[in-house]
């Protein structure tokens, strides 16, 4: 294996398909029609799920943050990023799209967020005048599972590849809320490479982009530094073997890559001559990780 750090700033890291530039203008333009932004974060990497060119664009906009997939991540840490936007004036709620918890809340919030407003147009005499809220985030955040639940129906078209939402629709909440759909946007750069790493390791960008191996062996890294105890149990491999492992007199990279080799023997990801086949014991650690199997994980810490 040759060292990792070296491969991955090697990586190219730019991913801008052609859609994105025009959905960016879109969502500019709809801006101007709507009351309040409904920006949806992964709970695991708020910052790094958050596109800066959006929240740009929507400064002068009301706003709600929706943490979602909340059940995947740490719940201290979601606590910790809840208090971290209400410190920048910014309401935020915890939402789980696939079990619907925290749904009713997120209903709430954006009724009391336009609460004052509404008074103001009855004051006018426009009585009964639907709120109007753009939903957005960026691919893979949940944004169609989030939509289908608050609507209470299927109502956008769900995949598992990012970015398949693509068509612009309004979506009826209640007798209070409409909801403006929009496709999700990445933005042309990211702003480090450890963002890209993120947007990976949840599957925001394809591991076309970055290569499957190189992303787990960063999330191997991060697990051992930051949640060993889960790594441990899910792949069944002892803290004795991982200090060994540390302690080997070779660079830090051959030491956690050995590491994540144990993990494929242990999940019998063994081929010819009783090597590991590392392609196959990436692909487990990453969706195991993105399906929450190794437990609740927040890569971002504020």
């Known amino acids: 294996m040759t060292n990792k750090e070296e491969s991955y700033h090697k990586s190219n890291i730019n991913w801008y398909p052609g859609h994105m530039a025009k959905t960016k203008r879109q969502i500019e333009e709809d801006l101007k029609i709507v009351d309040i932004v409904i920006e949806l974060l992964d709970s695991r990497i708020p910052i790094s799920s958050q596109n800066p060119d959006i929240m740009q664009l929507t400064k002068r906009k009301k706003k709600l943050i929706v943490l979602n997939k909340a059940d995947l991540a740490d719940e201290n840490k979601n606590q910790l990023w809840i208090k971290y936007f209400e410190r920048r004036e910014v309401p935020a709620v915890l939402v789980d799209s696939n079990s619907g918890k925290g749904i009713e809340k997120c209903i709430k919030q954006i009724e009391e967020i336009m609460s004052e407003d509404l008074k103001m ?31 209470q129906k299927s109502s956008a078209k769900i995949g598992n590849m990012p970015g398949i939402t693509k068509q612009k629709q309004w979506i009826r909440v209640n007798d209070k809320i409409e909801l403006l759909d929009t496709p999700g946007v990445l933005w042309p ?17 394809k591991d076309t982009i970055l290569e499957k191996v190189d992303i787990a062996y960063y999330l191997t890294k991060f697990l051992i530094e930051n949640y060993r105890e889960k790594l441990c149990d899910r792949y069944k491999i002892t803290n004795e073997l991982i200090e060994q492992k540390l302690s080997q007199q070779q660079p830090e990279n051959e030491n956690i890559y050995e590491i994540m080799l144990e993990i494929g023997r242990k999940r019998g990801c063994i081929i010819s001559g009783g090597n590991i086949d590392e392609e196959k014991t990436a692909g487990i650690l990453l969706d195991e990780f993105k399906n929450g199997k190794l437990g609740k994980i927040t890569i971002e810490i504020c």
Request: net charge positive.
């Open 189 to 205: 750069k990211f702003e480090n490479e450890q963002v890209a790493l993120n947007l990976a390791f949840t599957g925001t960008i």
């Open 121 to 151: 147009q009855a004051n006018k005499g426009r009585i009964g005048r639907k709120i109007k809220a753009m939903v957005i985030g960026i691919p893979n955040v949940g944004k169609s599972s989030f939509i289908n639940k608050i609507a």
